[in-house]
């Protein structure tokens, strides 16, 4: 496909294979939202350039130069690099003063074990509440969850995203619109497992009652589990020594944990998103932000405890097994991330999709873009960081529309998603940076590749040891012929459960799901519920693909999917509680049945 030096597309192919070319206006208001001017054909020159290297190689360079390690270590190069030179980020500085070169050393391939073959469940944390939560799942059960799923044979454990959302009320439900993608949302803490938490205190005591109160209704009321959780939290906040382990946490987080801090606490004294603030606190280098930082002392700790907090209990939870996290592909445009990455994102801009077949008007997800020249300008920082807090503590991690890393669909101010075209990023730097970052982490990808995909995007997967995403939903062959290098399921959070195709109490279903659960299971269509979900999953158990997985909605035969895209107040989007708590579903026999057949695989 071509494009222009700024990376926007001529036009697309649509899901019917019609051409889409893209028109004049919109390539123009694009260049401006990038930064430049309607006419320009090309984007400025970046002021530090950046090199990409293979790990291993030994190319040439044009002059000698000091290279300073991201270790700290510095070596000299007269006519080559050293061979010989550790994967990461270093700066590679000519003699003879000319600028630095952010150079990035990168493995060819993303982590990924010989012989990996395992299934795990799949979990809303949110919705996956025990008795002793409030209102809402936590870090504990996760937990929990953990150990039960070690018991039965799983090797891993997929969650949605636990990414910060907006300080305050009202709280953001949908996982996938966080404020920032670094850091996480303190509603996931376990309040019993906060340093310094007495039962016997009458304050807590009578919170946890409230909490445990939040149970009895199904729909999920994240305003008052908040309100509970923050006043308990700044109690226990106010009776918090001295723990070496903070003080190491908050050196270890730097600039982007107390920027981050900062950000929530203008949040909470100005309300809004960023850009209706006071002028003199849009941006975080304004003098003005750094006195409200010295007189806010005290509260951007408390922000960076919770953060603390939210680390060790993830932690535990990781330390029973392996987590499979799951990287959102934007943020809201109000939060933390856009403030400050401000000067590298595409204003007037929002990503979504074109119209298809399955949505005529297509889809508008109200994030912004990075400029892809200004990524690449600050040598892709923002990109590592993002990457690299999502595979803390996790062993594998899901990218949601990993074409993300390839191209976005931009839509300009104003306009329809018919309107809008395609940007392509440098999409083999991109996925070197997810490649160091997987291999230091010791963490198997998972792209989310589901709907139009490039042949060649596929390819570029596979070849990066990133695993693909088939769905029973979606593929035409049996479970049986999908591929090895995948992560195989029924479903997803945002397409239907199986209960609610077998009982068609999903109208959005099509009845060719149904027909599909059929000619899958080989079950006479009278047949209950829990024989379909567990012989739909006996039959995904002959996947050879190397990670499988089960939703917990399937197993305890819920009829409501978590999400239906399209919808916003129709109905509680990302906010149903699992009908029945970690407890039931530990003694569910359907859900152990499931599990069964999924263990087989790892031996057979």
Same mark, same amino acid.
């Given at each position: 496909?071509?494009?222009?030096?700024?990376?926007?597309?001529?036009?697309?192919?649509?899901? #019917?294979?019609?051409?889409?070319?893209?028109?004049?206006?919109?390539?123009?208001?694009?260049?401006?939202?990038?930064?430049?001017?309607?006419?320009?054909?090309?984007?400025?020159?970046?002021?530090?350039?950046?090199?990409?290297?293979?790990?291993?190689?030994?190319?040439?360079?044009?002059?000698?130069?000091?290279?300073?390690?991201?270790?700290?270590?510095?070596?000299?190069?007269?006519?080559?690099?050293?061979?010989?030179? !550790?994967?990461?980020?270093?700066?590679?500085?000519?003699?003879?003063?000319?600028?630095?070169?952010?150079?990035?050393?990168?493995?060819?391939?993303?982590?990924?074990?010989?012989? /990996?073959?395992?299934?795990?469940?799949?979990?809303?944390?949110?919705?996956?509440?025990?008795?002793?939560?409030?209102?809402?799942?936590?870090?504990? *059960?996760?937990?929990?969850?953990?150990?039960?799923?070690? @018991? %039965?044979?799983?090797?891993?454990?997929?969650?949605?995203?636990?990414?910060?959302?907006?300080?305050?009320?009202?709280?953001? !439900?949908?996982?996938?619109?966080?404020?920032?993608?670094?850091?996480?949302?303190?509603?996931?803490?376990?309040?019993?497992?906060?340093?310094?938490?007495?039962?016997?205190?009458?304050?807590?005591?009578? +919170?946890?009652?409230?909490?445990?109160? %939040?149970?009895?209704?199904?729909?999920?009321?994240?305003?008052?589990?908040?309100?509970?959780?923050?006043? +308990?939290?700044?109690? /226990?906040?106010?009776?918090?020594? =001295?723990?070496?382990?903070?003080?190491?946490?908050?050196?270890?987080?730097?600039?982007?944990?107390?920027?981050? #801090?900062?950000?929530?606490?203008?949040?909470?004294?100005?309300?809004?998103?960023?850009?209706?603030?006071?002028?003199?606190?849009?941006?975080?280098?304004?003098?003005?932000?750094?006195?409200?930082?010295?007189?806010?002392?005290?509260?951007?700790?408390?922000?960076?405890?919770?953060?603390?907090?939210?680390?060790?209990?993830?932690?535990?939870?990781?330390?029973?097994?392996?987590?499979?996290?799951? /990287?959102?592909?934007?943020?809201? !445009?109000?939060? $933390?991330?856009?403030?400050?990455?401000?000067?590298?994102?595409?204003?007037?801009?929002?990503?979504?999709?074109?119209?298809?077949?399955?949505?005529? *008007?297509?889809?508008?997800?109200?994030?912004? !873009?990075?400029?892809?020249?200004?990524?690449?300008?600050?040598?892709?920082?923002?990109?590592?960081?993002?990457?690299?807090?999502?595979?803390?503590?996790?062993?594998?991690?899901?990218?949601?529309?990993?074409?993300?890393?390839?191209?976005?669909?931009?839509?300009?101010?104003?306009?329809?998603?018919?309107?809008?075209?395609?940007?392509?990023?440098?999409?083999?730097?991109?996925?070197?940076?997810?490649? %160091?970052?997987?291999?230091?982490?010791? #963490?198997?990808?998972?792209?989310?590749?589901?709907?139009?995909?490039? =042949?060649?995007?596929?390819?570029?997967?596979?070849?990066?040891?990133?695993?693909?995403?088939?769905?029973?939903?979606?593929? =035409?062959?049996?479970?049986?012929?999908?591929?090895?290098?995948?992560?195989?399921?029924?479903?997803? @959070? *945002?397409?239907?459960?199986?209960?609610?195709?077998?009982?068609?109490?999903?109208?959005?279903?099509?009845?060719?799901?149904?027909?599909?659960?059929?000619?899958?299971?080989?079950?006479?269509?009278?047949?209950?519920?829990?024989?379909?979900?567990? +012989?739909?999953? $006996?039959? %995904?158990?002959?996947?050879?693909?190397?990670?499988?997985?089960?939703?917990?909605?399937?197993?305890?035969?819920?009829?409501?999917?978590?999400?239906?895209?399209?919808?916003?107040?129709?109905?509680?989007?990302?906010?149903?509680?699992?009908?029945?708590?970690?407890?039931?579903?530990?003694?569910?026999?359907?859900?152990?049945?499931?599990?069964?057949?999924?263990?087989?695989?790892?031996?057979?």
């Amino acid at each position: 496909m071509s494009r222009d030096a700024w990376g926007i597309e001529d036009g697309y192919w649509d899901i #019917a294979g019609q051409w889409h070319e893209t028109p004049e206006p919109t390539r123009r208001a694009l260049r401006v939202a990038m930064g430049g001017l309607s006419d320009e054909a090309d984007p400025p020159p970046a002021s530090r350039p950046v090199w990409f290297v293979r790990h291993g190689t030994t190319p040439a360079i044009d002059r000698p130069a000091e290279l300073a390690l991201e270790d700290g270590a510095h070596l000299t190069a007269t006519t080559t690099l050293p061979p010989d030179l !550790p994967p990461g980020y270093h700066d590679l500085r000519p003699s003879d003063g000319g600028p630095t070169t952010r150079l990035i050393v990168a493995p060819k391939r993303c982590h990924l074990p010989d012989g /990996l073959r395992t299934w795990g469940w799949s979990a809303q944390l949110y919705a996956t509440r025990s008795r002793a939560s409030w209102g809402i799942g936590d870090l504990g *059960d996760l937990a929990t969850l953990a150990r039960w799923s070690a @018991h %039965l044979g799983a090797g891993v454990l997929g969650i949605n995203p636990l990414h910060a959302v907006q300080p305050g009320p009202p709280q953001e !439900p949908s996982p996938y619109f966080p404020s920032s993608r670094r850091f996480r949302n303190p509603l996931y803490l376990r309040i019993e497992d906060v340093p310094g938490f007495a039962p016997g205190d009458a304050s807590l005591a009578l +919170a946890a009652e409230a909490g445990r109160a %939040l149970n009895d209704e199904r729909v999920i009321d994240r305003d008052q589990v908040y309100a509970l959780k923050l006043s +308990a939290l700044e109690l /226990l906040w106010s009776m918090f020594g =001295d723990d070496p382990r903070f003080d190491v946490y908050v050196a270890r987080g730097g600039s982007a944990l107390r920027q981050f #801090a900062v950000y929530c606490t203008l949040a909470e004294r100005h309300g809004g998103g960023w850009t209706t603030w006071p002028s003199e606190f849009r941006r975080p280098d304004n003098p003005s932000v750094t006195r409200f930082a010295a007189a806010q002392h005290q509260r951007i700790r408390f922000h960076c405890w919770l953060q603390w907090l939210l680390d060790e209990q993830l932690a535990t939870a990781g330390a029973e097994m392996a987590l499979l996290g799951d /990287l959102a592909v934007g943020f809201d !445009p109000e939060g $933390a991330d856009a403030w400050v990455w401000q000067d590298t994102i595409a204003h007037g801009v929002h990503v979504g999709a074109p119209p298809d077949a399955f949505n005529a *008007d297509g889809q508008d997800w109200g994030f912004q !873009p990075f400029v892809p020249w200004k990524l690449r300008a600050v040598g892709y920082e923002p990109l590592v960081q993002t990457v690299r807090a999502a595979l803390e503590h996790c062993g594998a991690l899901r990218i949601d529309h990993v074409m993300g890393l390839f191209r976005l669909f931009w839509i300009h101010e104003g306009g329809e998603p018919a309107d809008g075209t395609y940007v392509r990023f440098p999409d083999n730097e991109l996925l070197d940076i997810v490649a %160091l970052e997987s291999q230091r982490a010791g #963490a198997v990808i998972v792209g989310e590749d589901l709907g139009t995909v490039e =042949d060649e995007v596929r390819q570029q997967l596979t070849e990066r040891a990133v695993l693909s995403y088939r769905l029973v939903w979606f593929e =035409d062959e049996a479970p049986k012929e999908f591929p090895t290098q995948a992560l195989a399921a029924v479903t997803t @959070h *945002d397409l239907p459960t199986i209960a609610g195709v077998w009982s068609g109490t999903d109208e959005q279903a099509s009845g060719e799901l149904r027909d599909r659960l059929v000619q899958l299971t080989a079950l006479p269509e009278s047949s209950v519920v829990d024989d379909v979900v567990t +012989a739909a999953h $006996a039959r %995904l158990a002959e996947a050879p693909s190397m990670v499988v997985t089960a939703t917990l909605e399937d197993a305890l035969r819920v009829d409501e999917r978590p999400n239906l895209p399209g919808t916003t107040t129709e109905r509680p989007n990302w906010s149903l509680a699992l009908p029945r708590t970690l407890e039931e579903l530990m003694d569910d026999p359907v859900a152990t049945e499931v599990a069964e057949s999924l263990t087989v695989r790892r031996t057979d």
